[in-house]
């Protein structure tokens, strides 16, 4: 993508339309105007992977890729660009979009597929050589399955600049809705009054089953200890008044 670009000095005020801009490396660093709606229309199209050939009036040309962008919040429009330069037939390392294609089986089951890294780290055997995305494929991954990087196919020469280990891509159990989290919640708690002799399994049973409420239960379990209680009481009063 090429880029004409006005020579600018520190601080200088910009024309209507014209945005600061900045190129550098570890040895150069050039200070430039570019034509906002140019730069913007270019961007779109090329993102961050795009190689700019950027021309200076009254310079050479120079290959650089998009390092930084500054908004403007409440406009959304850039209003200064860092550029890194780069040189032809060189390593560049670059982060590239993931993008997924495919239904995933999991996804029909109900699964949820997470893209766990948007951008993936590559190092590239040089500027033109920089994928604009890499596309995984994911149809057949299952409920449970993931993707990691080291499994994602790279262009010849690319190489990756991230742990191949690092997951990229999962497939995610289906999330329970309200109604089940609450229904899940009430198991467990349940589960631990039948532990503690709160309640017996029958009345535990009888809520789960939607026959009485955790509060019927509980009441259920208080009356029948307190007449157990009076029953042991006189049959201890009739045992004082046999002796």
């Not at 990691?148 to 990229?168: C, F, R, S, W």
């Not at 497939?171 to 532990?195: D, F, K, N, Y």
């Not at 009076?230 to 002796?243: H, L």
Request: hydrophobic share 40%; proline share 5%; glycine share 6%.
């Amino acid at each position: 993508m090429e880029l004409n670009a006005q020579p600018r000095k520190s601080r200088e005020k910009l024309a209507e339309g014209m945005i600061p801009a900045v190129a550098y490396n570890k040895e150069n660093n050039v200070s430039f105007a570019l034509d906002l709606k140019a730069f913007d229309r270019a961007f779109r199209q090329t993102s961050t992977t795009g190689l700019y050939d950027i021309t200076v009036e009254g310079s050479e040309t120079f290959p650089a890729l998009v390092k930084a962008i500054q908004m403007d919040k409440r406009r959304r429009v850039p209003i200064h660009v860092d550029f890194y330069m780069v040189t032809y037939g060189e390593a560049v390392e670059v982060s590239v979009p993931v993008h997924t294609k495919g239904k995933s089986q999991g996804e029909i089951m109900g699964g949820l597929l997470d893209t766990v890294i948007h951008n993936l780290a590559i190092i590239a055997p040089g500027p033109r050589r920089i994928p604009q995305e890499l596309i995984v494929d994911v149809s057949k991954l299952q409920i449970g399955d993931h993707v990691t990087a080291g499994q994602i196919n790279l262009p010849e020469g690319v190489k990756l600049n991230v742990d191949a280990d690092q997951v990229v891509i999962s497939l995610l159990p289906p999330r329970m809705t309200t109604e089940e989290a609450e229904a899940e919640t009430q198991a467990a708690q349940i589960a631990g009054l039948v532990a503690s002799g709160e309640l017996t399994e029958e009345a535990a049973a009888a809520v789960l089953e939607g026959d009485a409420t955790l509060e019927e239960a509980k009441a259920d379990a208080i009356s029948e200890a307190s007449e157990d209680k009076d029953t042991a009481g006189s049959d201890d009063s009739s045992e004082e008044e046999q002796s």
